[in-house]
């Protein structure tokens, strides 16, 4: 089983939708979680880090329940330039990263 | 502003080839990271550096060494090159610290294939 675990998608959405991904994670003993973008043929950027009682960016949700090991990060009214692959990330004990395969989102006109 | 810079963007080598990878950050990062990323595999992490001289095996370094230095620098080495080492090698570095400002900056990336 992979340490963290995602729907590679792709989930195809009009603009304006609402969408969700969801990550899960295998290591109960994982400190902290990020979502990251990557765009096609780009390197990964953090998006968001995912804080124990939520937290919200503009458009962006993400939640974190530790008690099922999952990680989710909501996108509100979706732009046609949220079209991306979403990474969901999570920390190991000493700073080590490792990364789901993926959530890839197209959002169409 | 934050940089990491990988020495190639892409590299064509021959099998049997030593293949090095180069790494550098300016932002005075403690850790350093080496991942590949496959179509349906993901980022998978290869080495990881906390300080120099100091590394730790990743999920897949069969295959690969690496190399700290300086502190500014992550090199990256595929002893013997093979066609199952064909991928997308990417490099990031982050800070040491409490949970919330561990992230990590990645370079562009190295488009590397191996014939």
């Known amino acids: 089983r992979k340490e963290v675990e995602q729907d590679p998608g792709p989930f195809n959405v009009p603009e304006g939708a609402t969408v969700a991904f969801n990550c899960t994670y295998s290591n109960s003993a994982s400190q902290s979680f990020f979502w990251y973008r990557q765009d096609c043929r780009k390197e990964p950027k953090l998006l968001m880090s995912v804080y124990s009682s939520g937290n919200e960016d503009g458009r962006f949700t993400a939640q974190l329940n530790r008690a099922s090991q999952y990680i989710s990060l909501l996108i509100r009214d979706s732009k046609l330039s949220d079209s991306a692959t979403y990474l969901c990330v999570v920390n190991r004990a000493g700073n080590m990263l490792t990364f789901g395969g993926g959530t890839r989102l197209m959002v169409k006109p | 502003d934050v940089k990491v810079t990988q020495s190639s963007r892409y590299l064509v080598k021959r099998t049997g080839e030593k293949v090095f990878l180069e790494c550098v950050q300016d932002m005075d990062h403690e850790n350093m990271f080496w991942y590949r990323q496959d179509p349906g595999l993901g980022l998978r992490l290869i080495y990881f550096s906390y300080d120099v001289k100091m590394k730790e095996k990743g999920d897949i370094p069969e295959g690969y060494s690496v190399s700290r230095e300086k502190k500014e620098r992550f090199s990256l080495i595929l002893e013997s090159a093979s066609t199952n080492q064909t991928s997308m090698y990417l490099c990031?570095?982050?800070?040491?610290?409490?949970?919330?400002?561990?992230?990590?900056?990645f370079g562009q990336g190295t488009r590397l294939t191996v014939v």
């Open positions: 990031a570095s982050s800070l040491t610290g409490t949970s919330m400002n561990t992230e990590a900056f």
